[in-house]
């Protein structure tokens, strides 16, 4: 009987619980689509290393899985607490009727059960359906091919996300139950008919709050924008203390400050509803600015996680093939006591002999005796790498160069007598050396003023493998150059096929465990700079889209559902409002620009919050490569409009419907 | 005298073919300009759906009302609105008032609707303020004021954009007795001074006897019919009380 009852109240209310509903199956399915990736696998061809690489991300979405269900369970305990606390009229009937607490509490065991059992297993049907085509994405990700394609179903998976929403749903049980225990009858019935005591802030202390939360947020802004991402001293720490801290009080402030902005109006405030809407947001954000202030913080968390996750991944990727011009390169490092210069080819030909691979080039880069901070100095602009001041600019020579590019099917230079010129391929150094030439073109070059050939700065990566290109070496003839120290000897090879390649890998990851006669300090392959980036990329993204996902929606079903519940209350204020002769129209506006405002302030504030993080972020980024900022708004941007806009057009037409029915029925 | 609202064999049926239930069973009155009128009628009689039909919050089944020569039965539903805003006031038992909005902005929300321009609001809002000596409550909210407070500021939203006619619904049904004759004294006020026209239904025979003439409904039908005429208000109330002795409930059959 208590079963029928519950099944019956989950039926009835089904418009209240529609969206809760909805996100519930989401997060089922998506947790199932990220926890099912082994099951996906069957389908790709992996290489070794790609299957190292599904290993590591499995790992890591497990681990993040866990913060998942934190955040779903946080959802799901809020929303069933706040479920609960809609119905003290109902709750109360049926103690008036008789039946015991623990009675009570076994209905709403059953409700969540069998709401709990058909999100699970919508969620599961459809998480089912989705990875199916995920998996398509994940082969494009990985860069494998897909061997075949038949159904996929992950028992892992599966047996996972059953337990987890299973124990996340007990939990929310228990809650309940507790809070039920608590509940006395008189409070259960005079719910509704107590009056609601509005907790009503002085304007003028809402002025004074407002003012005070600018304030907070200029200052984080201020501080975060000249400290950056990567330093964590205490300035980090203010600003995401004093940002946090002036969220919440803008939020405490805004309605109160925007009515008192309005009221100063009279014809904006005494025009049609706005009186009406301003007032209800005031008294309802009132209440609620602690959970904007955390949605609003959330949401920050969403865009940043979204588009830097997927700035990285496209940085990662767009520089891979730059990144790597040749398939092998080994670096050997000089200090000053260790002069000696043995060449890396000969060592290399001793012990692998010259058809271990198709065409080499050796580079030496000697030490130029000009430091970066003596180039800043020099051309008066101030470059932001403080780190790398005392670092000598290298040198290098001609003929070295010219055999390198003819590697790169890059013709040859040619440079005149007492001249040189510069290679040079990262993005910031190549603006500091135009603005550089621009106020001298000689430079004391190892102890001997040299002219510069050509303002063009040459494109030839000197090795594989550095991923921001190379910040400025200089060139000169053969002929002309001067004694100086050697810093940095660096052998490129290309290879004839993936077996030359391969066979030659395995025989230097011998000779590199080998540290006593090894000839070099650091060796990549092409192969495994690709690898990494793939890697990286795939990792990224998988997480960006995962954590960005559930952050979203749950942002999202908890101000959908604040709306939903406060619809019943609003539903005698719109009556009222048409009873005295509102149109229909006016009425649906006036609930939409609500539900609008509602949706956009925590969003709004996150954005304002995210162009000046990604802006921070961004400095991060590019030092990884260039990446395209718009591209990464614009795909972010969707992502949102699309699950956030979507949540607000449900939780618009669930409120229309429950305040203003469609029949225009306004019988008692 | 100009008819504010005929009312010609009006019909209200509920329940469909075989359970029907009919709450109004043709009822046709009159209501002149400047009226002051009563409906009485024991719980069930059809008196609040009789209300509900004249203020186009319902629909009829069958008959007319016509409200300043304007047939509402046939108005479309935005017509309706039009028709609620411009010519009808409203009063409700349990006040009806918004608990965000102050008492000002609650009767100035009845002319923001009408799309009245701000600087008259504020004008025509301490004009029906005075008139109900609510001035000094109309910064205060809902909840800030007493019982008598919220319903002389919900009859001053119904007469701030002077509407033909106001419709009260059992006005002093949540008010102690003291706040009941105070709104009342209201009523008589708007009544006599503003020349507004009034209806209201009550089952109370107190507050009926401040009425001009009372309409009694017995199950739907029109019942009796007395009017107040040059007497007391005290003689007015036995009339009343006679009437409802042999209307009341079954007490008629018992007789």
Redesign the interface.
């Known amino acids: 009987m208590y079963f029928k009852l519950a099944r019956k109240n989950v039926r009835k209310s089904i418009k209240d619980f529609a969206i809760y509903f909805l996100t519930l199956v989401f997060g089922v399915c998506v947790f199932y689509m990220f926890n099912s990736l082994d099951a996906q696998q069957e389908l790709m061809a992996f290489t070794e290393s790609r299957h190292e690489t599904m290993v590591a991300l499995t790992q890591i979405l497990a681990y993040f899985s866990v913060f998942v269900s934190v955040v779903l369970g946080f959802l799901i305990v809020y929303a069933n607490g706040f479920l609960i606390r809609r119905r003290k009229q109902e709750l109360g009937m049926y103690m008036l009727l008789g039946m015991e607490k623990w009675k009570i509490a076994r209905v709403l065991i059953y409700e969540t059960l069998i709401i709990g059992v058909v999100a699970l297993g919508v969620g599961l049907g459809l998480g089912v359906l989705l990875s199916q085509l995920m998996s398509v994405f994940t082969a494009r990700l990985f860069e494998v091919n897909m061997t075949g394609f038949h159904f996929v179903f992950s028992l892992s998976g599966a047996a996972k996300a059953v337990m987890n929403f299973g124990l996340i749903f007990m939990i929310s049980v228990l809650f309940g139950t507790i809070s039920i225990s608590r509940y006395q009858l008189i409070d259960l019935f005079q719910a509704s008919k107590k009056?609601?005591?509005?907790k009503?802030r002085g304007m003028k202390v809402s002025v004074v709050i407002f003012i005070l939360s600018v304030l907070c947020l200029g200052s984080a802004y201020g501080l975060i924008l000249k400290n950056g991402l990567l330093n964590m001293g205490w300035m980090f720490t203010a600003s995401i203390l004093l940002g946090s801290v002036g969220t919440f009080l803008f939020f405490m402030s805004l309605s109160g400050f925007l009515l008192r902005t309005v009221q100063a109006n009279?014809?904006l405030?005494?025009?049609?509803?706005?009186?009406?809407v301003l007032?209800?947001i005031?008294?309802k954000i009132n209440t609620t600015y602690v959970s904007m202030t955390i949605v609003c913080l959330v949401l920050l968390l969403t865009i940043g996680t979204f588009s830097s996750g997927m700035g990285i991944s496209m940085a990662v990727s767009t520089d891979l093939a730059a990144a790597a011009p040749y398939d092998y390169s080994i670096t050997q490092f000089h200090s000053e006591n260790d002069p000696e210069e043995i060449s890396i080819l000969n060592q290399i030909n001793e012990r692998f002999g010259e058809e271990a691979y198709l065409e080499a080039a050796e580079i030496r880069e000697y030490d130029s005796g000009l430091t970066l901070r003596a180039l800043m100095e020099l051309s008066g602009e101030e470059l932001d790498y403080e780190e790398m001041a005392e670092i000598h600019a290298p040198m290098i020579k001609l003929s070295e160069l010219n055999a390198l590019r003819r590697m790169n099917d890059q013709p040859g230079i040619a440079l005149e007598e007492g001249k040189f010129f510069l290679v040079c391929t990262n993005g910031d150094f190549k603006s500091f050396f135009g603005n550089l030439f621009a106020v001298t073109q000689t430079l004391e070059l190892g102890g001997m003023s040299f002219e510069l050939q050509s303002e063009e700065l040459i494109q030839t990566e000197l090795e594989t493998g550095m991923r921001y290109g190379n910040m400025g070496v200089f060139v000169l003839r053969d002929e002309e150059f001067p004694e100086a120290a050697l810093a940095l000897q660096t052998l490129n090879l290309n290879f004839e096929n993936d077996e030359q390649a391969n066979a030659f890998r395995a025989g230097m990851s011998i000779w590199f465990a080998d540290a006593e006669t090894r000839p070099f300090h650091r060796a990549i392959a092409k192969e495994e700079l690709y690898e990494a980036g793939v890697s990286t990329r795939t990792i990224l993204s998988f997480l960006a889209i995962y954590l960005g996902f559930v952050f979203l929606i749950t942002c999202a079903a908890i101000l959908a559902l604040q709306q939903l519940s406060e619809a019943a209350d609003n539903r005698?204020?719109y009556e009222?409002?048409?009873?005295?002769?509102?149109?229909?129209k006016?009425v649906n506006q006036s609930i939409f620009f609500q539900i609008f405002l509602y949706f956009m302030m925590p969003l709004g504030l996150a954005i304002v919050h995210s162009i000046v993080g990604l802006k921070v972020a961004n400095d991060v980024i590019r030092l990884l490569g260039d990446m395209d900022i718009v591209g990464n708004l614009v795909i972010t941007a969707f992502f949102i409009l699309v699950i956030y806009g979507g949540y607000f057009l449900a939780t618009y037409l669930g409120v229309k419907a429950i305040v203003a029915p469609e029949s225009?029925g306004?019988?008692? | 005298m100009k008819k504010i609202l005929q009312v010609r064999k009006m019909e209200k049926t509920y329940g469909k073919r075989g359970n029907i239930t009919k709450a109004i069973d043709g009822i046709s009155f009159d209501v002149v300009k400047g009226e002051y009128i009563g409906i009485m009628g024991a719980s069930g009689s059809g008196k609040t759906t009789l209300l509900n039909c004249i203020s186009t919050i319902d629909t009829v089944t069958g008959g007319s009302i016509t409200i300043n020569d304007c047939d509402v039965t046939a108005l479309s539903a935005k017509k309706l609105s039009a028709f609620r805003r411009e010519q009808l006031g409203f009063i409700f038992q349990d006040f009806n008032l918004l608990d965000t909005l102050t008492a000002f902005e609650n009767i100035a929300l009845a002319l923001t609707i009408m799309k009245c321009p701000a600087v008259e609001i504020k004008k025509r809002v301490e004009e029906a303020a005075e008139r109900l000596e609510i001035q000094e409550v109309l910064g205060k909210y809902p909840y800030q004021m007493s019982g008598g407070e919220k319903q002389r500021v919900a009859a001053a939203r119904a007469i701030v954009t002077e509407p033909a006619m106001i419709l009260a619904d059992e006005p002093t049904g949540a008010l102690d007795s003291k706040s009941a004759k105070m709104m009342l004294k209201s009523f008589e006020k708007m009544n006599e001074e503003m020349n507004a026209t009034i209806l209201m239904v009550t089952h109370d025979a107190f507050t009926a006897s401040y009425c001009k003439r009372i309409l009694f409904i017995k199950d739907g039908q029109l019942f009796h019919e007395i009017d107040r005429g040059k007497e007391s208000r005290k003689d007015f109330f036995n009339e009343i009380i006679d009437v409802v002795s042999v209307l009341g409930g079954d007490n008629s059959d018992v007789l």
Do not use: D, T, V
């Open positions: 009056n609601e005591e509005l009503l009279p014809k405030y005494l025009k049609n509803l706005n009186m009406f007032r209800q005031n008294s005698e204020r009222l409002l048409r009873k005295i002769g509102a149109e229909k006016m225009g306004m019988k008692e």
